[in-house]
């Protein structure tokens, strides 16, 4: 079992940058796959990025491509999202997720075992 608590949320200006976090219990979390998801208002949620165990692979949603960046930091059972030149659109409520499963750029909710709350990141123009 896995649980995912996600922080860093806020209210940010639009062109600005916020950096999300989501910590992992367990200590087993480098055998994970992670991806964050985001779910505007209205709207379903939708894939936004996501990284292998060790790193080394990345995948993500055409609309945050140089953008948004993922990352983790194992030793810390961490998993990052960095948002840089954020827009309005941006403005949603940001999950993380663990798979179990070996890479496969994973991009569908289904793919994934634990998610956490979220956490609400709201970009003013």
């Known amino acids: 079992q896995v649980q995912l608590v996600e922080s860093g949320g806020g209210l940010v200006q639009a062109g600005g940058s916020l950096r999300v976090s989501c910590v992992a219990s367990?200590?087993?979390?480098?055998?994970?796959?992670m991806g964050w998801f985001r779910q505007a208002p209205g709207k379903e949620r939708e894939f936004v990025a996501a990284?292998?165990?060790?790193?080394?692979?990345?995948h993500y949603a055409d609309s945050v491509k140089g953008r948004i960046t993922i990352s983790r930091d194992n030793a810390r059972n961490t998993v990052y999202l960095q948002m840089d030149s954020l827009k309005p659109e941006d403005t949603a409520v940001y999950y993380c997720?663990?798979?179990?499963?070996?890479?496969?750029?994973?991009?569908?909710?289904?793919?994934?075992?634990?998610w956490g709350q979220g956490t609400h990141v709201t970009v003013s123009s």
């Open positions: 997720a663990a798979d179990r499963s070996g890479w496969g750029r994973q991009i569908y909710e289904y793919q994934y075992d634990y």
């Open positions: 367990g200590r087993t979390f480098s055998s994970y796959v």
């Open positions: 990284i292998s165990w060790t790193g080394g692979n990345t």
